[in-house]
């Protein structure tokens, strides 16, 4: 069926215009106790605005596929988001960041040989640096709340050295997806920004991880945002950027309340052990 | 949209997510949080944009994939911080373990 899209473009920007409301009325509502459970709702409602307006607005192929793909997604995540116990939470937080960030590491991916100038490039290389750095470290943060690893941060001798090697690895190959485009390098620079992301984690303490997964969290938001860059979606880029914003504050706030800075949490092990075991 | 007005729209919406949240309560911070990872699902849009227009079979899997996940995030984003919020119900300075006795 070749239809032409049921919404005109100006209904898909002022429908995406109401989801994004609906995204900072949650947020705001999520702030204050007694709206907070409203402010979820709201959230939740604005997502299904966007989901419904995406299906309207554009035609799309292979739909089957992306219904069946859409349940086997809510089929996985609703019962065990329903069952979890509270005590297990973070650790289920930070595996739902995790997967988000991956996702938009692999739509960055797909959207490259689409890419028709360097700057699209840039916030491509961006995503998937980004996209993956959240979705490795948000792993290590799942494993440390688990117990599957040691909760005290792990630091060896040539960490620092290995961090630096690889930050210029991802600096060097991403300068070269943005002036080749080439697919392949993409994919290192995924790789790389895996390796990046358990790195970042490593040396922090099981105390100071929540604090982590909120900052991984405002990451994954950036890393949406300029998804939407790419793809030419203003809804994406103001819902990415709110979270990316959002979640600094609250690691600034969360990391204050425990009387720590964010840059001793994640870097204080490289000083001499004083991130909290 | 060309660039610049991107720009001004990310600007906008970075000192919008300054300020909504600089004023939350400690007990709010991980159900904030929790909530603010469910909104960055909705990179699922994003997801089923590239999926629909997928005519390769290797593109339209990695693409589906990017769709379970995306929605992974964002329908369990939305239910675990409801549930979250349940435990604060009809006692505002719940502990994170106090949850048994649902007062309505």
């Given at each position: 069926m070749l239809a032409s899209p049921v919404l005109a473009p100006t209904w898909t920007a002022l429908l995406y215009l109401v989801a994004a409301v609906c995204f900072i009325l949650a947020l705001k509502g999520l702030s204050s106790p007694k709206h907070a459970r409203r402010g979820n709702l709201i959230g939740a409602f604005g997502a299904f605005v966007a989901l419904v307006t995406v299906f309207l607005s554009s035609r799309l192929q292979n739909l089957p596929w992306i219904f069946g793909a859409m349940v086997v997604g809510a089929a996985i995540a609703a019962p065990v988001a329903r069952r979890v116990k509270m005590t297990q939470m973070p650790q289920l937080v930070a595996m739902f960041n995790g997967v988000g960030g991956g996702a938009a590491g692999l739509v960055a991916l797909l959207e490259l040989p689409h890419a028709e100038n360097a700057w699209l490039r840039v916030a491509i290389v961006f995503t998937l640096l980004v996209g993956a750095i959240s979705f490795a470290g948000s792993g290590v943060t799942f494993a440390k709340l688990q117990e599957l690893m040691t909760t005290r941060p792990v630091m060896f001798a040539g960490l620092p050295v290995l961090m630096g090697v690889v930050l210029v690895v991802a600096v060097g190959t991403a300068a070269l997806v943005v002036a080749t485009g080439s697919v392949g390098l993409a994919v290192v620079v995924l790789a790389v920004g895996l390796v990046a992301g358990v790195l970042l984690v490593l040396p922090v303490g099981g105390a100071d991880v929540p604090i982590v997964i909120s900052l991984l969290n405002a990451f994954t938001g950036l890393a949406v945002a300029a998804s939407g860059l790419v793809l030419g979606n203003v809804l994406l880029v103001v819902a990415g950027t709110l979270v990316g914003a959002s979640g600094t504050i609250l690691t600034r706030l969360m990391a204050a309340a425990m009387g720590r800075s964010v840059s001793g949490i994640m870097f204080g092990a490289f000083k001499g052990g004083s991130t909290a075991g | 949209m060309d660039g610049v007005q991107l720009l001004t729209i990310t600007v906008l919406a970075v000192f919008v997510g300054f300020e909504v949240v600089?004023?939350?309560?400690?007990?709010l911070h991980t159900p904030l949080m929790s909530g603010a990872n469910a909104i960055h699902g909705i990179i699922l849009v994003g997801a089923i944009t590239v999926a629909g227009q997928a005519t390769d079979g290797w593109v339209l899997a990695v693409a589906l994939l990017a769709v379970v996940l995306a929605t992974a995030n964002l329908v369990g984003g939305f239910v675990v911080t409801d549930r979250m919020l349940e435990m604060f119900r009809g006692r505002k300075a719940a502990g994170p373990d106090a949850g048994k006795d649902g007062t309505r």
């Open positions: - | 600089s004023k939350v309560s400690s007990i």
